[in-house]
């Protein structure tokens, strides 16, 4: 017996993918990737990013590595839902600075029949799990961990280490407020810091 769900489409060939990991891990070089890719194939795409990201760009999503794509700034993810049109594929970077109503986004995406694509970190700086990034974790179908390099000893970076005396959650940085850590040196870090 098949059950209605509100939004689900029975012959939908939707899907959540989930790229997470530390800073400098290369979470948005590779969902600039797949979307290259999914741009290629001559599949419609639009990218979404939290409007607070203004690091390098106000609209555009762009990577350590300079490389971009244009992108629609929103400010709460139910808006998401209101700006999609016709497409097949939605790519979501930045996504733990969202609200957490960005799960359910997602999943109403991908019940519609859009690939979707969410890239984030899935730690805070305290190594905490971080906004909605858990919950999407958890519905999605696919998850890729990505890794930096530890800047002190060389092994897989997951940590990323803040640098600052800030204690706000959220707090736009590159390699002058984070460095990213393995498990041993971030836990001797945070006890020096």
């Not at 939908?12 to 797949?34: D, H, N, P, Q, Y």
């Not at 016709?86 to 109403?108: H, M, P, R, S, W």
Request: proline share 4%.
């Amino acid at each position: 017996m098949f059950l209605e769900r509100p939004g689900y489409e029975q012959n939908a060939k939707g899907w959540i993918e989930v790229i997470a990991g530390s800073m400098f891990s290369g979470k948005t070089e590779e969902l600039l990737r797949r979307l290259r890719r999914a741009k290629y194939a001559r599949q419609r795409i639009e990218i979404y990013k939290p409007g607070v990201d203004t690091r390098y760009s106000e609209t555009n999503v762009v990577s350590h590595d300079d490389n971009s794509f244009p992108s629609t700034p929103v400010s709460v993810s139910s808006n998401i839902l209101l700006l999609t049109g016709e497409v097949d594929v939605v790519g979501i970077d930045e996504a733990q600075f969202f609200d957490n109503g960005l799960a359910e986004v997602c999943n109403e995406l991908a019940n519609r029949g859009i690939r979707v694509i969410v890239a984030g970190l899935d730690m805070d700086y305290l190594g905490r799990p971080f906004g909605p990034m858990p919950a999407i974790m958890a519905i999605a179908e696919y998850v890729t961990k990505v890794h930096a390099i530890c800047v002190q000893c060389g092994d897989l970076a997951q940590n990323s280490f803040r640098m600052s005396e800030s204690e706000s959650l959220v707090l736009l940085g590159e390699t002058d407020s984070y460095m990213p850590l393995c498990r041993k040196c971030y836990n001797e870090a945070i006890k020096k810091h």
